[in-house]
């Protein structure tokens, strides 16, 4: 007998016969003797809903009441799921994040969890109940309804998971686990039976769009397995782990992730002198725009050429602070480039095989692709190209490192 948090998306509870689905799922997990916690997204487009509606009364609604108004996406679904599951002799209560008491700082619309009580969880399922939590929410230490951002049901069933002790996490969702790179970029791709904490993260951040970033850190810091499956097929899935020596001997690398939403900045001609690395990117910072990967190079006549990435939803605000500071500290010129993507290999079986990145490189140049940046880490490598090739690059690199499933007889 475990107690297992299980957490469902908006894509798995988007109708009420999904609803009923989860139900039957649920039950079946509950009479195999386990204790089960649920935790459960809004029904899917539901908080762009109303979100939709807050803007049709104020362009930038006032945060608190934001809140107050998405969190009630979680409520119908949490009542909607218990009542499924006392219809079918399942006994379960639904308990919002304030009925819980998930205790969050104050900041609204992406509030960190500082605190959960679980005596109450703890009194339900001793009583034999399957407790539905809401996702996404929690209270501030004003009573003030909070949500903690996009993603943050992830977040909310990890942490669940971390305060009860819980022997897995499983977030359910519209895939069946982790795989090696995009499948519909590679249909040769494989399911991953196990990762790493440290290489989800990379893959989270990199592009994968499996699981949230926030909840993999979280799960990482306490140690909480993860398991990636699908809400309506069965299967193994992907169990997320802090454990490396299996992964040691996997493949090199474990994953290919890629990511379209880049833009490229460059000044060029810039004074080479102390701090104007800062007077370029301090700018930037205090306009809220993330800096991902940055290039420097030193010309012979003491000016340098400085370039970096950014989301493509914030590069006309970056070129417009850039173009202010190339007037300001005289820089020659400011360039940039929308049509580029970022490919990245993953894998902590890097820290012990030389020569990974000279067999990406090798394996770009047969395909002809010029690499415009590099960036490394301990377990990943990444490369700025340009757009139009990423589906190539990525089917090249994958076969590279072996990660191609076998074909099948009579393939």
Do not use: W
Not at 270 to 282: N, R, T
Request: glycine share 8%; hydrophobic share 40%.
């Amino acid at each position: 007998m475990a107690l297992i948090v299980q957490k469902f998306g908006g894509t798995s509870v988007g109708t009420v016969e999904r609803i009923e689905q989860v139900a039957e799922k649920v039950k079946k997990f509950r009479e195999g003797g386990d204790d089960i916690v649920v935790v459960v997204s809004a029904m899917s487009g539901e908080t762009n809903r109303l979100i939709d509606l807050a803007k049709q009364i104020s362009e930038q609604p006032v945060p608190r009441e934001l809140d107050v108004m998405v969190s009630t996406g979680e409520q119908v679904t949490i009542a909607l799921l218990a009542m499924a599951l006392i219809k079918r002799g399942v006994p379960a209560v639904s308990y919002t994040g304030n009925q819980v008491r998930i205790l969050t700082d104050s900041a609204h619309n992406k509030a960190r969890i500082l605190q959960i009580d679980d005596q109450k969880i703890r009194a339900d399922l001793k009583a034999g109940r399957v407790v539905v939590v809401a996702g996404f929410q929690g209270v501030d230490e004003h009573g003030n309804i909070t949500t903690l951002g996009r993603g943050g049901s992830d977040t909310t069933g990890v942490a669940l998971a971390a305060a009860l002790k819980a022997e897995e996490c499983q977030i359910y969702t519209d895939v069946d686990g982790v795989y090696t790179t995009d499948p519909r970029v590679v249909p040769q791709a494989q399911r991953l039976d196990k990762i790493t904490f440290e290489e989800m993260l990379e893959m989270a951040s990199l592009g994968s769009k499996v699981l949230q970033i926030r909840s993999v850190e979280f799960a990482g810091k306490y140690n909480v397995p993860l398991r990636v499956l699908h809400s309506f097929q069965e299967g193994p899935g992907t169990l997320i782990t802090l454990d490396e020596e299996e992964s040691m001997e996997q493949p090199i690398i474990s994953g290919i992730a890629f990511n379209r939403d880049e833009a490229k900045l460059t000044i060029r001609g810039v004074p080479d002198i102390p701090g104007v690395a800062f007077k370029i990117l301090g700018p930037i910072s205090a306009a809220n725009i993330e800096v991902d990967m940055i290039v420097q190079n030193v010309a012979h006549d003491n000016t340098t050429d400085f370039t970096f990435t950014v989301h493509r939803n914030d590069y006309q605000n970056a070129l417009r602070v850039l173009e202010q500071t190339a007037r300001e500290i005289g820089a020659r010129e400011v360039i940039g480039d929308t049509k580029i993507a970022k490919v990245s290999i993953v894998g902590v079986g890097m820290r012990s095989h030389a020569g990974v990145a000279s067999r990406m490189f090798e394996a770009l140049a047969k395909e002809t692709i010029n690499i415009q940046m590099i960036s490394t880490s301990e377990i990943k490598v990444s490369v700025v190209i340009e757009e139009k090739y990423l589906e190539l690059a990525v089917r090249a690199l994958h076969t590279a490192f072996e990660l191609d499933a076998p074909t099948r007889q009579g393939e």
